[in-house]
């Protein structure tokens, strides 16, 4: 089992296409009969091969098939179909009539991605295996086509003794891709949605805050306990992403989670004792209606490209600026997700926050590479058609960004 792994890629391919050279003619029956031969050869060996014969074949390529991958770890092949696309492989090489033969005649002979042979490295069993099965599947093709005049008789002996020393090999590759196969008809029956992907976040958080006294006082109204307890909240948010097009994205996230800001008069939820929302937890953005970890629709909104400088999104609910603005804080701003600075105020400037969770739009035009541009419309009543109440898309509470970001290098960005 030793004596052919250790030799080079040239005498292999050379031994394979020994006959090759002066093929003689042979019908379409001959032809069939030899190759459903070899194929219940390979199958036999695979059905009477025990788990101590593949260890065995295993590890007697062992030590050829580590120096080989240590010595390229990429060694992907690519087909030729000229042995002049080879780069190391001359005229003079004294295999060179046998690998011209195999890839002007079956065209089964495989380069590696930089179109070397590297006919001197050393050969596994198992590589060899490989090239093998590549040829065959070429001559099945060839007869299926109704061209086995073109398949010399010698040839077929030679692969029939081949195939037959290397039996066991084949019906591992083979094995192995069956399995492959197997594997790739389960995930495809088994998918989420050919257009929809599926992901999502769960923070469990662990917190608290104190000011150092007994009470805190508002500069807007009263004062508060300062000292609160400690507490443990969660926010779990489930996206699924679906695009039409490949460029295009639809976002629909589902949240449920029941965090209250740190500092507040009471356990309802409301506005911390600051009287600003910038003080709270990066992942607080509950209200008193959804901090009691009901499911609810957090976000909905479409964007899509407009020609190559421009992009357009559409949000019907939830929409904020900073999830289509740069927000010039690439480091901290996670967008409201775990991944970001520990407070709102720490993740981004609170000018993107004005009027969030509305509907509306946000484009973003780029003029050139250094520069680009963020424009924004938003309102938070936007599904409210009573003019009495000042809502509706333009007749309640609104906010509008304009935004010119420069940015000439990856280490400098400025806004204005």
């Known amino acids: 089992m030793l004596r052919i792994q250790y030799y080079s890629r040239f005498f ?7 006959a090759i050279a002066m093929p003689a003619k042979a019908n379409d029956t001959d032809a069939t009969q030899v190759i459903d031969k070899m194929q219940n050869v390979s199958l036999n060996a695979s059905l009477k091969a025990s788990p101590a014969n593949s260890n065995n074949s295993q590890s007697s ?58 006919g001197k490295q050393a050969l596994s069993r198992y590589e060899f295996a490989a090239g093998l099965n590549a040829c065959l599947d070429k001559i099945n093709e060839i007869i299926s086509a109704g061209l086995a005049d073109k ?22 590759l083979r094995g192995r891709v069956d399995s492959l196969e197997a594997k790739t008809t389960k995930l495809e029956a088994q998918q989420f949605s050919t257009t929809t992907k599926l992901s999502g976040e769960a923070i469990f958080a662990v917190s608290g805050a104190s ?37 295009d994205r639809l976002r629909t996230r589902l949240q449920a989670g029941n965090a209250q800001p740190l500092t507040t ?30 499911v609810f629709l957090e976000t909905l909104d479409y964007s899509f490209s407009l020609g ?10 939830g929409g904020n600026h900073f999830y289509y603005a740069d ?49 924004g419309y938003l309102a938070n009543t936007a599904n409210q058609p009573t ?27 400025a806004g204005w």
């Open 12 to 18: 292999i391919f050379g031994l394979l296409s020994l």
């Open 308 to 317: 190559d400088r421009a992009r357009l999104t559409i949000f019907a609910n």
């Open 151 to 172: 398949v010399g008789k010698e040839d077929l002996d030679t692969l029939r003794k081949l195939q037959e020393e290397f039996a066991a090999e084949l019906a591992t």
């Open 211 to 247: 000011a150092g006294r007994d009470t805190i006082a508002s500069p807007f109204f009263g004062s508060a306990p300062s000292r609160n307890n400690i507490v443990f909240q969660n926010r779990v948010r489930l996206d699924l992403l679906t695009t039409f097009t490949g460029s």
């Open 387 to 413: 003019k009495s109440t000042g809502s509706g898309l333009t007749g309640g509470n609104y906010s509008a960004l304009a935004q010119l970001v420069f940015q000439p290098s990856q280490q400098f960005k």
């Open 327 to 375: 927000t010039i804080n690439p480091y901290l701003d996670d967008q409201g997700g775990g991944k970001g600075a520990i407070s709102r105020f720490g993740e981004r400037n609170p000018i993107y926050g004005i009027n969030g969770n509305g509907a509306g739009f946000g484009l973003n035009y780029k003029i050139s590479d250094a520069f680009k541009l963020d424009l």
């Open 265 to 294: 008069f009471s356990n309802t939820g409301a506005a911390s004792l600051l009287a600003t929302n910038d003080g709270r937890l990066g992942f607080d953005d509950s209200t008193t209606a959804t901090n009691n970890n009901s």
């Open 61 to 118: 390529s062992q030590s050829s098939s580590q120096s080989s991958s240590q010595s390229s770890s990429n060694d992907v092949v690519a087909q030729v179909n000229a042995v002049s696309q080879l780069s190391d492989v001359r005229t003079t090489d004294w295999a060179f009539t046998s690998l011209q033969s195999l890839v002007e005649r079956y065209g089964c002979i495989s380069g590696y991605p930089d179109r070397t042979f590297r």
